[in-house]
């Protein structure tokens, strides 16, 4: 039978059978044990499914990975030890010295600073658009040797709406894969693969867990990319892979061919994991994550138009406002609304910011976004300072952006703390 998504976020990835917990159980184990060598062998040659070493599956770590699945309306998916590591392996997957990716500007300063530096010594190298750009500029920045195109659905921190049909259509003319990161919308909130994009990457330490308790990151395959039309361009994917005695993993796995491969490579080689304990932590969150989105969107929307209000504030961005740039895109992508997070400036530039930030006490200045609690940053001097000016402006973060992550706290207390914090400037 198929659940609605707020059913699945509670019930989705974990069935126990008779006598077993009724709670996802943390399989606190790094090895697990079998009758025979022989088994053993089939399980390291992937001929027969199972545990072997936690470092590349954990039954915990599964059970969460397939519940996202199903958020998302993929076909296979893993957990990875954080939402930079999704990152990386979602690229690094298909990707390899001599390749090129398209990228939008807007995106997280370390996914920025991911692709544009430590893939780039990797002999992997990316051209940046800025997500507004027409088709016809973005076209023209496709290569031969380009493997995927790499976005946020809303761009972290400057919140622009990505128009993902005009990506996934151009990223399909070239024959290459849209990757898209969900994380600020959460599937709750944006369906990426029903608008054209293949993969999606979270940052689960974000909304999905919900309480800044667990480090996490995701990766989703929809299983809708043809790997085998193209396979000059994947041979890691459509060719034998030695290490395995001639695996083909696109052949041999199907729609989780791609994940099976970010598995039995990626974790296998560079082992960034999620724990066990992170796991259990993620599903938690997960089972509320419909009713805490639903706060922290009401409660955002509130305060923005606080905000657009006051004049003391110099301009508000959240798309959720009828006056924003990307409302009409929101609405279409973003139907039920985008996200906790706001970004506005305070008249008197960067000084008045740091001044209003040190002002609040309920609202804390955290390196962290979108947990239950209000917390707030800029951008400019931490997340993004490694950063130039003029890659700043790209990325659509300007020196005085304050990102505002609103929390499920009640509204009024949220306001009162933002009036008494701007009445001491």
């Known amino acids: 039978m198929a659940y609605k998504l707020n059913t699945n976020c509670v019930q989705a990835g974990y069935t126990p059978k008779n006598g077993e917990p009724r709670v996802l159980p943390i399989y606190q184990s790094t090895t697990y044990k079998y009758e025979s060598s022989e088994q053993m062998g089939r399980l390291f040659d992937l001929s027969e499914s199972g545990y072997f070493y936690t470092r590349l599956q954990n039954p915990t770590n599964d059970a969460v990975a397939a519940k996202i699945c199903a958020l998302e309306g993929g076909a296979a998916a893993m957990l990875t030890s954080s939402g930079q590591a999704a990152t990386f392996f979602a690229l690094f997957n298909i990707c390899s010295a001599g390749d090129h990716i398209v990228a939008s500007s807007a995106i997280y300063g370390g996914s920025f600073n991911l692709i544009a530096v430590t893939m780039k010594r990797m002999g992997i190298e990316a051209t940046f658009l800025h997500p507004d750009v027409t088709e016809e500029e973005l076209a023209a920045a496709f290569k031969p040797n380009t493997k995927a195109v790499f976005a946020e659905t809303l761009a972290n921190p400057s919140l622009i709406v990505l128009d993902i049909e005009k990506f996934a259509r151009q990223a399909h003319a070239h024959g290459v894969p849209l990757i898209v990161d969900n994380t600020f919308p959460t599937p709750v909130n944006c369906r990426p693969f029903e608008f054209g994009a293949d993969i999606v990457t979270h940052s689960t330490t974000k909304y999905m867990d919900g309480h800044a308790t667990a480090v996490g990151g995701a990766i989703v395959d929809s299983g809708n990319f043809d790997w085998m039309a193209h396979e000059d361009k994947y041979p890691g994917l459509c060719t034998p892979d030695d290490s395995y005695h001639g695996v083909t993993y696109a052949k041999d796995f199907g729609k989780a061919g791609y994940i099976t491969k970010a598995t039995a490579q990626l974790m296998r080689d560079l082992g960034s994991i999620q724990s066990p304990q992170n796991a259990f932590l993620l599903n938690l969150g997960l089972e509320t994550l419909p009713l805490r989105v639903e706060r922290h969107c009401q409660n955002a929307l509130t305060v923005a138009k606080y905000l657009e209000s006051n004049d003391k504030i110099s301009w508000v961005n959240y798309p959720g406002l009828e006056s924003n740039k990307y409302y009409e895109l929101a609405k279409k992508y973003l139907p039920n609304g985008t996200s906790g997070v706001i970004s506005f400036g305070v008249k008197g530039g960067r000084d008045a910011a740091t001044k209003f930030m040190d002002s609040l006490e309920l ?20 997340t993004h300072r490694q950063m ?31 009036e008494q914090a701007l009445s001491k400037m």
Do not use: F, K, M, N
């Open 363 to 382: 609202g804390a200045i955290v390196t962290h976004v979108a947990d239950a609690r209000t917390c707030l940053l800029h951008p400019a001097s931490t």
């Open 388 to 418: 130039t000016d003029e890659q700043l402006i790209a990325a659509g973060v300007t020196p005085d952006l304050i990102r505002l992550s609103v929390g499920i706290e009640d509204v009024s207390d949220i306001i009162a703390d933002i």
